[in-house]
């Protein structure tokens, strides 16, 4: 403790004169601000050089000081914390320590936050509780230099119109480098380190009502209202991190009116910054009406204003998505449009799905000589291909086979012409098909279309085909591509016990039952329909022992 508590601004003064050696990434952690750049952009900066030596000296120290401080208990631990803030800033401002820690602590806060921009705000945080600084102070120091720093911007936006230069003039500031830079994690920082978020939103609140630069006469209106945006951004977070309900409606308000001001000059991008920086879309939805009604969507999907950075924001993707939806239903461009920008893949499909469902009903609903439309039904099916391609891109396989049934559907139904019609038809009419159709595949084609349950619906089918109609075939071919199952069989021997002429059938049985495998379920269906099924019964009881 004795180098820290007695000599170590003796110890600081000779780091900066160039004593130890530092790595890169060190350096980065223990001395705030902006990377520094080479000796050509600093040179261009204004900026005074200095030797390498002294920043990795001063660094080295700052690291074992901090060190110090993690292993410091009690007064010793607040003494250190005090002088790794008043170091650090000392090394920022290029001061001497002796500079650094007898300078006033509201003007070394501001100093330091003017030239470390935002990423000095840990530093910012650091002076206030060494020193015990006064919230509400901090707050406005912070509110001050914010505000210098989006004048500071529109200043330099200013002077490179009037010069016509593609240089763009480097701002004095830091803090926003430019109007748009911040995100919400951005905003959100900053407020929670500005000491009193009430009295730091009601600075800037009292800012942006005192802003006159929407009046008619006002030539240079669109420079100005790019910070105007960001301000009224700042106020926002600020008020919702105090938990003013009250700030945050007057800023609401405010916003509001303004956002009229920015549809009247034109700048439709400032309404995509402000929802997309603060979030609030369920609360400022009335941009998304007035950008819809000048046809400036697109700036909210990425496609002008510089916006490509919110393209993976999923609330924002939820909101358009949503509102198009409750407000205005009958634009469906618009809404695709949303669902490919921001890749919503399963909405997107869920929308085809159902448009295509809907168009399948609307030719049902014809005349019956009206109905059959081949165009038209190989239209719907691209629908549904189109809706699986899109199933397929969010993983949602088992609705990709839905919509592959319903193609294979389709093409059966344009094979068969007018003279059956399957599509549209419920699930008895697909039964009654499936029980008199000849072909097991175009059967099965109808029958995993509606979903049929092999122990409910697809039993009566096969008892019709298997045993009314002696087609054997039709039975294996199912059990070769479905499975065996117990269920099967024993639904056909229910049909077969409560159909009255099934003296008749008694030779389909015993071939039926002969694609039986369980040899002890073909012998308990053969006993409980003796005497017709002796000879099924004597067979299998053979069986049986042979194998035991």
Not at 479 to 486: E, F, N, Q, T
Request: net charge negative; proline share 3%.
């Amino acid at each position: 403790s004795i180098p820290v508590t007695a000599s170590h601004a003796a110890l600081f003064n000779w780091a900066q004169d160039g004593g130890g050696n530092i790595s890169d990434a060190d350096r980065e952690e223990y001395i705030p601000g902006e990377p520094r750049g080479s000796q050509d952009e600093r040179s261009q900066a204004g900026e005074e050089e200095q030797e390498q030596p002294a920043v990795d000296g001063a660094a080295q120290y700052l690291k074992k000081l901090t060190d110090l401080c993690a292993t410091a208990r009690g007064g010793v631990a607040e003494h250190t914390t005090r002088i790794l803030a008043s170091a650090r800033a000392a090394v920022l401002l290029g001061l001497s320590y002796d500079e650094a820690e007898g300078a006033d602590g509201l003007d070394l806060v501001g100093r330091v936050l003017q030239a470390g921009g935002r990423a000095s705000l840990r530093l910012c945080r650091s002076l206030a509780c060494a020193r015990q600084l006064s919230g509400p102070a901090i707050a406005r120091i912070f509110a001050e230099q914010y505000v210098a720093a989006l004048e500071d911007v529109a200043r330099c936006r200013r002077e490179v119109a009037a010069a016509d230069s593609p240089v763009p003039a480097r701002p004095r500031q830091i803090l926003v480098p430019s109007a748009g830079a911040w995100t919400s994690d951005d905003f959100e920082d900053y407020a929670r380190t500005c000491g009193d978020p009430m009295v730091f939103g009601a600075e800037l609140f009292g800012v942006a009502q005192r802003r006159d630069a929407f009046g008619e006469e006002a030539r240079d209106v669109a420079w100005d209202m790019d910070e105007d945006a960001e301000l009224l951004t700042m106020t926002l977070f600020a008020f919702e991190r105090a938990c003013s309900i009250d700030g945050s409606r007057a800023v609401f308000d405010l916003i509001r009116s303004r956002s009229y001001v920015y549809v009247r000059a034109g700048q439709y991008r400032l309404l995509a910054r402000l929802l997309t920086a603060t979030k609030k879309y369920h609360d400022m939805q009335y941009m998304f009406d007035m950008l819809l009604q000048s046809e400036q969507f697109e700036v909210l999907l990425g496609r002008s204003g510089g916006l490509k950075e919110y393209l993976s924001q999923g609330e924002l993707a939820q909101a358009l998505a949503r509102h198009l939806q409750q407000h205005h239903p009958s634009d469906v461009e618009n809404l695709t449009y949303v669902y490919i920008r921001f890749r919503m893949y399963r909405e997107h499909a869920e929308m085809v799905y159902a448009g295509a469902v809907e168009d399948v009903h609307l030719m049902c609903s014809r005349k019956r000589e009206e109905r059959f439309d081949p165009m038209g039904l190989l239209r719907i099916s691209e629908k549904f291909q189109a809706a699986a391609s899109n199933f397929q891109e969010a993983k949602c396989h088992a609705r990709v086979v839905d919509c592959l049934r319903m193609c294979e559907l389709i093409h059966l139904q344009v094979s068969l012409g007018e003279s059956v019609q399957i599509i549209g038809a419920g699930k008895e009419d697909a039964q009654k098909f499936v029980a008199s159709c000849d072909s097991f595949e175009s059967a099965r084609v109808v029958a995993d279309a509606h979903k049929f349950e092999m122990s409910r619906d697809w039993i009566w089918p096969l008892y019709v085909q298997a045993i009314q109609h002696g087609n054997t075939e039709f039975l294996g071919s199912f059990l070769a591509s479905c499975g065996h199952s117990r269920s099967v069989f024993d639904g056909i021997s229910e049909h077969f016990k409560r159909d009255t002429e099934r003296e008749k059938y008694v030779r389909e049985m015993q071939r039926a039952l002969s694609l039986c495998i369980d040899l002890s379920q073909r012998a308990e269906i053969a006993e409980s329909h003796l005497p017709l099924l002796r000879e099924t019964l004597d067979e299998s009881r053979r069986l049986l022992g042979e194998v035991l």
